[in-house]
């Protein structure tokens, strides 16, 4: 009788896997926790520092626009790191050429700082959504080793998949205690860039509103009124 060769089996090879056990499951999660703070803390960092009282910046604006004073507006806003302040000293720059510049110089330096804010906000997200299923896997393999355990001793009983079965728990547990902040930040931060999106919109209309009432740098040179 011919003996059957031995080839490669997906199921031997994820048992494998399991023999490592589940505590590897939980260190990659406890590492993603801990790049999940560090980001934290810098991205509360830029958004604590960068804070501006958006409806009294809109009010001197209006102030210094309507007196004509176009330098001391923009020498109010380009002091600024915020969003607001760095997107409008950019749009302040280009006042004389007319709105239409203006709105575009808007457009481009908007999308430039969103960027700026948006940095590290798909980790967040990405971990939120995930980390439950990793916890899950791990999960999964410490079921499989219970079973495991309960075939090579089928006269055990708690003993044998009592400790398999608390390590499975355990893995589930780090997959909820990393996920559950994680979302509970990203949703922080996403709201925060969006009212930050918000303040340079409606800033930016003030601008792009006074720019309309200056004649352009063409007009200006031809001498029409």
Do not use: C
């Amino acid at each position: 009788m011919e003996s059957k060769s031995d080839g490669f089996s997906i199921i031997d090879a994820f048992l494998s896997l399991a023999d490592l056990g589940a505590e590897w499951v939980m260190w990659l999660m406890l590492a993603l926790g801990f790049i999940l703070i560090v980001l934290s803390v810098e991205r509360l960092r830029l958004y604590m520092t960068t804070r501006i009282d958006a409806p009294a910046l809109g009010r001197e604006l209006v102030i210094l626009l309507d007196e004509g004073n176009i330098e001391a507006a923009r020498k109010t806003v380009e002091r600024g790191a915020g969003m607001e302040e760095r997107v409008l000293a950019d749009a302040l720059g280009v006042f004389h050429r007319g709105p239409a510049v203006v709105e575009q110089i808007l457009m481009s330096s908007l999308a430039r700082e969103r960027q700026r804010y948006d940095r590290f906000l798909a980790y967040f997200g990405t971990v939120g959504n995930n980390t439950p299923f990793i916890g899950l896997f791990g999960t999964v393999i410490g079921i499989i080793l219970a079973f495991k355990a309960l075939g090579l001793n089928p006269a055990g009983g708690l003993e044998v998949v009592g400790p398999a079965i608390a390590e499975a728990l355990v893995a589930t547990a780090v997959g909820l205690l990393v996920a559950i902040p994680a979302v509970a930040i990203y949703n922080y931060f996403k709201g925060t860039v969006k009212g930050r999106v918000s303040n340079t919109d409606f800033l930016g209309r003030i601008i792009i509103a006074q720019a309309g009432h200056v004649a352009p740098d063409d007009d200006a040179k031809t001498g029409k009124a």
